[in-house]
């Protein structure tokens, strides 16, 4: 089995010299790398964070404007007759944003870039709520009914956008599915070993990946995994609207418990996070230019604003307007970043085994023994650090578990676009499951399989790179919605608001009211 993982392993071997080079263009190129201060920036980088700050600007910094409004839409009770509550739909977002690279990436962000990453995770996500807010609301504008369901998202929105061509449906529909299926394994690996790595814990002692116990694992995974997803959107995302509190709050309640015992240590992190950011002779070397690059790229795969593949869960909410689940988009970015991710930094940062003189040693370990390593250094007494490394390794398992359930279900969502046929729909759907039980199985195996992994950067950045000029496209239409939203008037939202004829559902239900 090893001979023909490492093959596959080799056979991929060029995804990670690509991914970085789309990443890093055009600063993989010395002429652009000595222009003072701009060379720093990769084109990823100035069109993430230029179209949020160009979309905050348009309007009116809805992020800061709209915030108190968000949290009355998704608290306030309301009888949903299609689709799923505003909630439901932020928790179903929710389950997707929060990830394992809320630790691992942070962690890894900040051994490669150093705290500063933080201060520029927190700037991309403050311009990323915008760009969310304009996902967010388009998916509404152009979602379709499918049964007591809402469908809709990139590949239903770009498809309008870009007139109404079928071809441009279906290829923005087989991107996300490429995407989630690049995903994938890495989330089903996360799943079982941090589960494995909890029963080494309870046991005190270690347990063989090649065991019985990492197969029954496994396979148990896979077929809860089936059971969810093939329940359909509804049902996962009353899974998820028990999951996803839990696992926020575990998270949180277990990182304020860290921080309390080093409370001495917060400004530390504070001095370290700015003085990283800011130090004068990073704005003219690559230091800056690594600092920034880790801070938005770790913060775009977290938040995923400007990505496009949170699209479907802002969609399948019943909305009173289009705007309001572009708020509640903006929001997930928010709790995703400033708040999970900035956790993470205080474990990280403040354990200082970033900065030490073994932090090559630190650097060299695994993506997950990164982050418990860190908590092992904050937590007095081996019985309270095997507690506190059990409960965030629990955290770190549900995060990965609601990425694997909610990759699949916006898959199922993005077929839709293609056909709505069942065939086509549990397709996809078994296709993703053998493709998670890949990434199981690796972990069976032994493997990582490292190039494999590089294949959600490059999907991300795949993506971004069709899905922003989408935005763009769109933008006449989000200004016009959100100026009739701000009216309050009473007027109910229809095509002709923003200048069109196609929006189906919101022309049918006004004249229903």
Same mark, same amino acid.
């Given at each position: 089995?090893?001979?023909?993982?490492?093959?596959?392993?080799?056979?991929?071997?060029?995804?990670?010299?690509?991914?970085?080079?789309?990443?890093?263009?055009?600063?993989?190129?010395?002429?652009?790398?000595?222009?003072?201060?701009?060379?720093?920036?990769?084109?990823?980088?100035?069109?993430?964070?230029?179209?949020?700050?160009?979309?905050?600007?348009?309007?009116?910094?809805?992020?800061?404007?709209?915030?108190?409004?968000?949290?009355?839409?998704?608290?306030?009770?309301?009888?949903?007759?299609?689709?799923?509550?505003?909630?439901?739909? &932020?928790?179903?977002? !929710?389950?997707?944003? /929060?990830?394992?690279?809320?630790? @691992?990436? =942070?962690? #890894?962000? +900040?051994?490669?870039?150093?705290?500063?990453?933080?201060?520029?995770?927190?700037?991309?996500?403050?311009?990323?709520?915008?760009?969310?807010?304009?996902?967010?609301?388009?998916?509404?504008?152009?979602?379709?009914?499918?049964?007591?369901?809402?469908?809709?998202?990139?590949?239903?929105?770009?498809?309008?956008?870009?007139?109404?061509?079928?071809?441009?449906?279906?290829?923005?529909?087989?991107?996300?599915?490429?995407?989630?299926?690049?995903?994938?394994?890495?989330?089903?690996?996360?799943?079982?070993?941090?589960?494995?790595?909890?029963?080494?814990?309870?046991?005190?002692?270690?347990?063989?990946?090649?065991?019985? &116990?990492?197969?029954? !694992?496994?396979?148990? /995974?896979?077929?809860?995994?089936? @059971?969810? =997803?093939? #329940?359909? +959107?509804?049902?996962?995302?009353?899974?998820?609207?028990?999951?996803?509190?839990?696992?926020?709050?575990?998270?949180?309640?277990?990182?304020?418990?860290?921080?309390?015992?080093?409370?001495?240590?917060?400004?530390?992190?504070?001095?370290?996070?700015?003085?990283?950011?800011?130090?004068?002779?990073?704005?003219?070397?690559?230091?800056?230019?690594?600092?920034?690059?880790?801070?938005?790229?770790?913060?775009?795969?977290?938040?995923?604003?400007?990505?496009?593949?949170?699209?479907?869960?802002?969609?399948?909410?019943?909305?009173?307007?289009?705007?309001?689940?572009?708020?509640?988009?903006?929001?997930?970015?928010?709790?995703?970043?400033?708040?999970?991710?900035?956790?993470?930094?205080?474990?990280?940062?403040?354990?200082?085994?970033?900065?030490?003189?073994?932090?090559?040693?630190?650097?060299?370990?695994?993506?997950?023994?990164?982050?418990?390593?860190?908590?092992?250094?904050?937590?007095?007494?081996?019985?309270?650090?095997?507690?506190?490394?059990?409960?965030?390794?629990?955290?770190?398992?549900?995060?990965?578990?609601?990425?694997?359930?909610?990759?699949?279900?916006?898959?199922?969502?993005?077929?839709?676009?293609?056909?709505?046929?069942?065939?086509?729909?549990?397709?996809?759907?078994?296709?993703?499951?053998?493709?998670?039980?890949?990434?199981?199985?690796?972990?069976?195996?032994?493997?990582?399989?490292?190039?494999?992994?590089?294949?959600?950067?490059?999907?991300?950045?795949?993506?971004?790179?069709?899905?922003?000029?989408?935005?763009?496209?769109?933008?006449?239409?989000?200004?016009?919605?959100?100026?009739?939203?701000?009216?309050?008037?009473?007027?109910?939202?229809?095509?002709?608001?923003?200048?069109?004829?196609?929006?189906?559902?919101?022309?049918?239900?006004?004249?229903?009211?």
């Amino acid at each position: 089995m090893q001979a023909i993982f490492k093959a596959i392993n080799d056979l991929f071997s060029f995804i990670i010299p690509l991914s970085d080079f789309l990443w890093d263009f055009p600063t993989n190129f010395e002429w652009y790398r000595n222009i003072p201060i701009l060379g720093n920036f990769s084109f990823a980088i100035i069109l993430l964070v230029g179209s949020g700050i160009i979309f905050s600007f348009r309007l009116g910094f809805v992020q800061v404007t709209y915030f108190k409004k968000g949290i009355n839409i998704m608290t306030e009770k309301r009888t949903i007759k299609t689709g799923i509550s505003p909630l439901a739909s &932020f928790f179903l977002s !929710t389950a997707m944003r /929060v990830g394992p690279g809320n630790i @691992i990436g =942070v962690t #890894g962000a +900040i051994a490669t870039g150093g705290p500063g990453a933080i201060f520029w995770m927190w700037i991309s996500a403050f311009f990323g709520m915008a760009t969310a807010y304009m996902e967010g609301t388009l998916s509404q504008i152009f979602k379709e009914e499918k049964g007591n369901e809402f469908i809709g998202g990139l590949p239903f929105y770009g498809r309008m956008l870009l007139g109404n061509k079928v071809g441009v449906g279906i290829f923005l529909s087989l991107l996300y599915i490429f995407y989630a299926l690049c995903c994938l394994p890495a989330q089903g690996f996360n799943v079982v070993s941090s589960i494995g790595r909890m029963a080494e814990i309870a046991a005190s002692r270690t347990i063989e990946s090649n065991s019985t &116990f990492y197969y029954i !694992t496994g396979v148990l /995974v896979v077929i809860i995994t089936a @059971i969810i =997803v093939f #329940g359909g +959107i509804k049902k996962v995302s009353r899974i998820t609207d028990r999951m996803v509190p839990v696992m926020a709050v575990l998270y949180v309640v277990v990182v304020l418990i860290l921080i309390i015992i080093n409370i001495a240590q917060v400004p530390y992190f504070i001095k370290s996070v700015f003085s990283g950011a800011f130090k004068p002779e990073a704005f003219f070397g690559g230091v800056f230019g690594t600092v920034l690059a880790q801070g938005v790229k770790r913060g775009l795969m977290s938040n995923e604003a400007g990505q496009g593949t949170i699209t479907m869960s802002a969609a399948t909410a019943e909305t009173k307007h289009p705007c309001e689940q572009g708020i509640i988009s903006s929001i997930g970015v928010f709790l995703d970043t400033i708040v999970i991710c900035t956790l993470t930094g205080f474990v990280v940062i403040m354990a200082h085994c970033w900065s030490t003189d073994q932090k090559e040693a630190w650097a060299a370990l695994d993506k997950l023994p990164k982050f418990t390593e860190s908590v092992a250094r904050l937590t007095p007494g081996t019985a309270f650090n095997a507690i506190m490394t059990f409960l965030v390794t629990l955290c770190f398992c549900l995060f990965a578990f609601t990425c694997l359930l909610g990759m699949i279900s916006f898959s199922e969502i993005a077929a839709n676009r293609i056909s709505k046929n069942a065939a086509l729909i549990n397709t996809v759907r078994i296709v993703s499951l053998l493709v998670a039980g890949f990434g199981i199985l690796c972990n069976i195996a032994g493997l990582e399989l490292g190039n494999l992994w590089a294949f959600s950067d490059l999907g991300n950045i795949l993506i971004v790179y069709f899905n922003v000029p989408i935005i763009y496209i769109g933008a006449k239409c989000v200004i016009s919605a959100d100026r009739h939203y701000k009216k309050n008037d009473g007027t109910p939202f229809t095509s002709k608001i923003i200048g069109r004829n196609d929006c189906k559902y919101w022309d049918t239900r006004a004249l229903n009211s």
